[in-house]
């Protein structure tokens, strides 16, 4: 059975900086994708940025590029989502979730997700 769970969130000042992790289990993720996506209270969930995992192609989406830094540790089986100037805007629950073959930016074909790790950043 295919496990994702995400850990490192936490309450950090603006300007601050966190790691989050998604570490995987139940099989191998060569050829899939893997991708974070946010979820801001009465927002919908929103994608942030992903990689492939045989390749270790990434893509982000514009709020985020330049701040946010997506990577894997194919030893270890998981993903890494460092993340640097952190602005208010950026409190969410973050979720990480797994799909067949390329990025998408939608939730569509991410047939795996974590539980989610709760970012706050205060003002």
């Known amino acids: 059975q295919v496990q994702l769970v995400e850990s490192g969130g936490g309450l950090v000042q603006a300007g601050g900086s966190l790691r989050l992790s998604c570490a995987a289990s139940?099989?191998?993720?060569?050829?899939?994708?893997i991708g974070w996506f946010r979820q801001a209270p009465g927002k919908e969930r929103e994608f942030v940025a992903a990689?492939?995992?045989?390749?270790?192609?990434?893509y982000y989406s514009d709020s985020v590029k330049g701040r946010f830094t997506i990577s894997r540790d194919n030893a270890k089986n998981t993903v890494y989502l460092q993340m640097n100037s952190l602005k208010p805007e950026d409190t969410a629950v973050y979720y990480c979730?797994?799909?067949?073959?390329?990025?998408?930016?939608?939730?569509?074909?991410?047939?795996?997700w974590g539980q989610g790790t709760q970012v706050t950043v205060s003002s």
């Open positions: 979730a797994a799909r067949r073959s390329y990025i998408a930016t939608t939730m569509v074909g991410y047939d795996y």
């Open positions: 139940g099989r191998t993720f060569s050829g899939y994708a």
């Open positions: 990689l492939t995992w045989s390749r270790g192609s990434t």
